[in-house]
């Protein structure tokens, strides 16, 4: 079983900072890819940020530029840099390993105007 805890999610002022924390633990074998999604109330889930094996990443359009994900060993790190109201939402991290996609439970980004 895979655990994921998050942190470093809160509230902050329009064109601030926030780096997001995701440590893995557990039964982790070879790590296929790490990510970021992100839910705003009244919306999907969408992606944020992913970093494949092999250390390539992606990018949600919205974000390029002032996003940054990486990662260590089993964690994962999302750099929000320049954040927007429209940035508000609760994210969550995700592992996915031999074959399976775990999550966790979530942290709250709160943008002010």
């Known amino acids: 079983q895979v655990r994921l805890v998050e942190s470093g999610g809160g509230l902050v002022q329009f064109g601030g900072s926030l780096r997001l924390s995701c440590a893995a633990s557990g039964s982790i074998f070879s790590i296929a890819e790490m990510g970021w999604y992100r839910q705003a109330p009244g919306n999907q889930r969408e992606l944020v940020a992913r970093i494949i094996r092999g250390g390539s990443t992606d990018y949600a359009d919205s974000v390029k530029g002032r996003f940054t994900i990486s990662r260590d060993k089993n964690t994962v790190y999302l750099q929000m840099n320049s954040l927007k109201p429209e940035d508000t939402a609760v994210y969550y991290c995700?592992?996915?390993?031999?074959?399976?996609?775990?999550w966790g439970q979530g942290t709250q980004v709160t943008v002010s105007s």
């Open positions: 995700y592992i996915y390993s031999m074959g399976s996609r775990s």
